[in-house]
């Protein structure tokens, strides 16, 4: 059973950093799409960052392209999010999310939601101004 388990949230100013983690468990998969959800009351769950490890492709909001950057750890496969210039408008609680996949799909898959089975329960980022 693949459990996902983030940590690293927390209260930021604006302008200041934050790194996420994703610590990933029981996964015998070798391929799959390992992202970050965010999502505010009222709001749908919305696509941040996400990686296919099948080739190593990553993906990002436009919203977050040139501030966030996504890596992986080779030992544990860990993911971090790295968060650089915080804006109020990056409050939100943050999902860790996982899919298994044979093969690569097409390049908005990464972003929907409904495409991943496996979930984490979340860490809040607050950014105030």
């Known amino acids: 059973q693949v459990q996902l388990v983030e940590s690293g949230g927390g209260s930021v100013q604006a302008g200041g950093s934050l790194r996420l983690s994703c610590a990933a468990s029981?996964?015998?998969?070798?391929?799959?799409?390992l992202g970050w959800f965010r999502q505010t009351p009222g709001k749908e769950r919305e696509g941040v960052a996400a990686?296919?490890?099948?080739?190593?492709?990553?993906y990002y909001a436009d919203s977050v392209k040139g501030r966030f950057t996504l890596s992986q750890a080779n030992a544990d496969h860990t993911l971090y999010l790295q968060m650089d210039s915080l804006a109020p408008e990056d409050t939100a609680m943050y999902y860790c999310?996982?899919?298994?996949?044979?093969?690569?799909?097409?390049?908005?898959?990464?972003?929907?939601?409904?495409?991943?089975?496996?979930w984490g329960q979340g860490t809040q980022v607050t950014v105030s101004s």
């Open positions: 999310a996982s899919q298994p996949t044979s093969v690569k799909r097409y390049s908005s898959w990464w972003r929907l939601p409904q495409n991943y089975n496996y």
């Open positions: 029981g996964n015998p998969y070798r391929s799959y799409y």
């Open positions: 990686i296919y490890t099948g080739d190593g492709s990553t």
